[in-house]
């Protein structure tokens, strides 16, 4: 197993609280990673820092071996892309959406290329000149995610992306992603759903109060001797 990011002895101090406290653990390249934990367990923390939008106050980070501090931050956003919960989109149509990552690379996005992407999510053609405010939030999270695969990158970071969808569009959701990891995108996807932690997951991160608890390959839910794996599983951790 290769890793695409690693972390080690990762401290995290904002404003005199320290919020992540010595995480060590690797995400595995072209793998989905789960990660879960109870609310405020520094999830999304973790995620900011995997793509430097947030920096370790001690540790070190790697990303393909290298320590993510040596790349450029606009190169690594290139590499290592991230879609949010509720899938935030700029005032315009389906189409400004789709262009904005390519026009903040000075770059043109042709009418035919946004079409293909639609498609790709399976949202309808007819949709490009659409009001993005006016799609449903299924639509929205595929349109972003659609983003996504216009500026493919190596590494995509999901914050709850399925929390406020109804259940067939989160399994169409889950299909795009797994889809994605099978052209080889490493994926780390933050979900409060145990059931698709297991489902969609190859591997896992436990997190509790900014600490790592438990990581590694998903079945360890079910058979991990950490007291407080098991606590998790029976939905009694805080
Ligand atoms: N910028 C910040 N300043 C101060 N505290 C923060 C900041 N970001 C997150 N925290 C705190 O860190 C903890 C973890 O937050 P977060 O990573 O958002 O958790 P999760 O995504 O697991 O719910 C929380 O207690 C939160 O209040
Ligand atoms: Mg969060």
């Not at 406290?21 to 900011?48: C, E, N, Q, R, Y």
């Not at 904005?100 to 490009?128: F, H, R, S």
């Not at 590494?155 to 990891?181: C, F, G, H, N, R």
Request: hydrophobic share 40%; with cysteine.
């Amino acid at each position: 197993m290769t890793a695409a990011i690693t972390f080690n002895d990762v401290c995290v101090t904002i404003q005199g609280t320290q919020i992540i406290h010595d995480v060590s653990g690797l995400f595995p390249k072209g793998k989905i990673t789960t990660l879960i934990g109870p609310s405020g367990a520094g999830k999304t923390t973790i995620l900011k820092l995997c793509n430097g939008l947030l920096s370790a106050t001690s540790g070190a980070i790697m990303y393909n071996g290298q320590p993510l501090t040596s790349y450029d931050p606009i190169a690594l956003r290139r590499c290592v892309g991230m879609a949010l919960q509720g899938a935030p989109m700029i005032k315009g149509s389906v189409y400004d959406n789709l262009k904005l990552p390519k026009q903040l690379q000075g770059d043109k996005l042709l009418e035919a290329d946004a079409i293909v992407a639609l498609t790709q999510v399976g949202l309808d053609a007819k949709m490009i000149h659409k009001k993005a405010h006016d799609l449903s939030g299924g639509q929205r999270q595929k349109l972003s995610i659609a983003r996504t695969l216009i500026n493919p990158t190596d590494v995509l970071l999901l914050d709850e992306i399925t929390s406020a969808l109804d259940p067939y569009a989160v399994s169409e959701i889950e299909q795009l992603i797994i889809d994605m990891k099978n052209r080889g995108v490493t994926i780390i996807w933050i979900t409060h759903n145990l059931a698709q932690a297991q489902r969609i997951g190859d591997y896992m991160w436990l997190m509790q109060r900014g600490e790592l608890i438990e990581s590694g390959p998903i079945e360890l839910l079910e058979t991990s001797n950490n007291e407080r794996v098991q606590q998790f599983m029976r939905g009694e951790l805080v």
